[in-house]
């Protein structure tokens, strides 16, 4: 068996080089894409060296195209868009018509002829998707109102690059048809005519059987309990649709996808297809952006380059000039206009897709995909010094007492003082806050879905709309007068964000977190998270408090406590709990080293417990990072054993 294969050196060059460029990328604080177009570069004809074959990269592009629309419909969100659909509708509509008719301005300059023109201003009018969001998720300003706006206008902007994807070659068979039938009817109306039905008989089976069958499958698959076996379905429905829509409707594989994806989206395990499916989508999307490098000319800097200075000013100035003065138009303030200027100056995924559409229908000389992917990088790489320009702009916030920020104006202060917050209201969150009303407590919730936020506000709960990351909405939270925060948000990775901001605003405020695995409460950990409490590690305490016999025998440790205390209390061991009281009696402070010995002998004033059993208290005191024990036998409080040392109860 050969051990060398165009197909292999192919994928093993394009992905190695592309990891290499875009850890390079990311060290750099650009965005990965830009590496991997660059690794497509490299490994591509215009460069010496290894050259990749370009028709296996071709045919794996299309299928990262497949799973790359699928994702996009899978993450359609028909309510996201509505909320926003006042300004995102035509908003998105206007700013790519504006680009769409400087692009065409450029290309009657170059010669080009209208539908070239067309191609080239559409190709030019749409903003990545990946930089999109990877930006405002970067600055945590995707569920702000103008993060919304933003990802309601990149909903529009999708649609109409899917409804051109599938106009495109109707047109580039019009226009053929045209030159030998100059019946216009023949030439124009009829081929337009068979495409759109296609395109609705395509659609109107997806709606009437495929929104049946679909999720039917994807439940049987499911309640198999087999994650291989619904990872593969999920990959069947994506590329069986895909393939079927162009073979049988005789439409693009984009469109077949979109639909399969969006379909998905509307079933229950959507969330699980989308996680199950995320790296072979990654990898893909990759080769995807390496075989679009490898049809870039770097020559094109130097024999166009006014060219190319045109291009990327439409995309950077043009385009983004036109997206803010139709926000300031809807009433919007500087900020959110900026924000969507600068998440709109950049082109991406679906340039690419329009691009090589268009190139292969004839519509579109190679020098505009050129023009467009030089355009590409070149945006990307500015994409981070435009937000960074934009950002300076607004940090001219003024600091209210105790170092605190001030609200904004749409945040409405609360009155409470003393009170914990709350952060988020899903099943944890919305366990908590009963709780706490319950205990008597003043407490408020933060949540950024309205849903979730309607369910919290029948409750009869103090709710504030924003994104606890966001200084403005911790002050408008009263985090300089709060006792506590509980941060109950399911990813721990997201959680370290809002800890570092309330830890920057309130430095003393106790902390406690929601995680979900040993690296996620290490990070919350480090950035100032007093107590991170795993859902894992309570389960598995319930467990052994389960195990409990009713009446232990003398001189043995109980095996757990309680699996929910009233305080909120990670479960711990009489005996371990015995060593926090020594803790406490004795006046230790986080951060102060002292003998085992004497916590073993301050044990002895609140239980009898023998040596073997003090020492594993130890260990689990470590464990459960509330204490840190040194191999010369000293150990010491963490900052989260200290505060919960302070509430154990001494006999």
Known sequence: MPHHTPLIATIVAGL????????????????????????????????????????????????????????????????????????????????????????????????????????????????????????????????????RIAVGWLIVEDLAMVLALVLLPALAGA??????????????????????????AFVAFMLIVGRRVIPWILHWVAHTGSRELFRLAVFAIALGVAFGAATLFDVSFALGAFFAGMILA?????????????????????????????????SVLLEQFWPLLATVLIIVVGKSAAAYWIVRAFRHNSQTALTIAASLAQIGEFSFILAGLGVGL????????????????????????????????????????????????????????????????GRVGAALAEGLETAGRPFLVLELDEVARKRAKEKGFEVLAGNAADPRVLAAAGIASARRMIVTVPNGFEAGGIVQEARKVKPDIEIIARAHSDAEMEHLTKLGCDMPI????????????RLRPAREPAGETALAGPAVTPEGRPILSDAEWALLSSARLDGLSAGQPVPRATLFEGAERVGRFDEAQLADAVAGLAAKSLLRAFGDGSVELTRSGMLLAARAPVY
């Open 266 to 298: 509307e079933s229950e395990l959507s969330q699980q297809a989308a996680e199950e499916t995320l790296p072979l989508r990654d990898a893909f999307a990759v080769l995807f952006f390496v075989s679009v490098g490898m049809l870039f000319n770097p």
């Open 16 to 147: 190695s080089i592309a990891f290499a460029l875009g850890a390079l990328a990311h060290r750099l604080r650009i965005s990965p894409l830009v590496g991997y177009l660059l690794a497509g570069v490299l490994v591509g004809p215009f460069t010496p060296g290894f050259v990749a074959d370009q028709s296996l990269a071709t045919e794996l592009a299309e299928i990262g195209v497949i799973l790359l629309m699928f994702g996009v419909g899978l993450h359609f969100s028909l309510k996201d868009l509505l909320s926003v659909r006042a300004i995102a509708i035509p908003g998105a509509l206007g700013q790519m018509a504006a680009a769409t008719l400087l692009g065409m301005g450029l290309a009657y300059f170059m010669g080009w002829s209208l539908v070239a023109g067309l191609v080239f201003g559409l190709a030019l009018s749409v903003a990545s998707t990946v930089v999109l969001l990877r930006a405002l998720q970067e600055r945590r300003i995707i569920q702000t109102d103008r993060g």
């Open 534 to 545: 795993s859902g894992e590690r309570e389960l598995a305490a319930a467990m052994l408090g």
């Open 175 to 200: 226009l053929t048809a045209s030159e030998s039938a100059p019946d216009p009817v023949q030439g124009w109306v009829i081929p337009l005519g068979v495409t759109i039905g296609k395109v609705l």
């Open 362 to 425: 004839n519509l579109l000389p190679e020098s505009g995909r050129d023009l467009i992917l030089g355009g590409a990088i070149i945006s990307i790489l500015l994409n981070p010094l435009i937000f960074a320009v934009i950002t300076r702009s607004r940090s001219k916030i003024v600091a209210v007492e105790a170092g605190a920020p001030q609200p904004a104006n749409d945040f409405l202060p609360t009155a409470l003082t003393e009170h914990d917050i709350v952060v988020g209201f």
